[in-house]
């Protein structure tokens, strides 16, 4: 039976999120997450997309991306594919990295980005990782609050979905991910 498709539309924007398979490491060091990056980077580049968050865990990635062209699955699989193949060669490794094909969900308001955009902010401080979202070096939320970040994050684009809260939308982004979410809206 043929796989569904995934929902692909031009300026759409999602949370795309990718586990280890078998819940294995998919990175194994800074080095790791550096190419990971890397080819991030490239594939925003040529892609055109929007690269608003992201964040490197353990075993996992988050991605929150807007897509201009209806191009999500061709990147998702250059970048994976690209990525898995150096991994396994670095590493002497075989086989599959990655559990299966990516996830993706549709962002469709202010609301759904708001939870999205705190959910990866916090994910390191709920694993453990990191006592604050800033110390995890491997996300995009130092950047999004002021620190220098990759240029190919669009931290801007981010911050536009904050300002229907009214005030700074800097500091609207950063409250709700010092606070936690849990499903409400913010202040």
């Not at 795309?16 to 078998?22: D, K, W, Y």
């Not at 990147?75 to 990295?97: E, S, T």
């Not at 536009?160 to 005030?167: I, K, M, R």
Request: with cysteine.
């Amino acid at each position: 039976m043929a796989r569904k498709p995934r929902e692909e539309v031009a300026d759409g924007i999602f949370h795309v999120f990718a586990r280890g398979a078998a819940q294995q490491a998919i990175f194994l060091g800074d080095a790791d997450r550096l190419r990971y990056l890397a080819g991030l980077g490239r594939v925003v580049g040529r892609r055109e997309w929007n690269c608003l968050s992201y964040c490197l865990m353990d075993n996992h990635v988050h991605l929150l991306l807007k897509t201009p062209n209806a191009n999500l699955g061709e990147g998702m699989h250059g970048l994976h594919g690209d990525y898995a193949q150096i991994f396994n060669r670095r590493h002497g490794r075989r086989g599959h990295l990655f559990q299966s094909r990516y996830g993706a969900v549709r962002v469709r308001d202010d609301v759904q980005m708001w939870t999205v955009a705190a959910y990866i902010a916090r994910n390191p401080c709920q694993a453990g990782l990191a006592e604050r979202p800033e110390d995890w070096r491997w996300s995009s939320f130092a950047a999004t609050i002021g620190a220098p970040g990759p240029a190919w994050l669009d931290t801007a684009h981010l911050l536009e979905h904050f300002n229907a809260l009214g005030g700074d939308p800097r500091h609207q982004y950063e409250d709700l991910v010092r606070r936690g979410m849990h499903g409400a809206a913010p202040r």
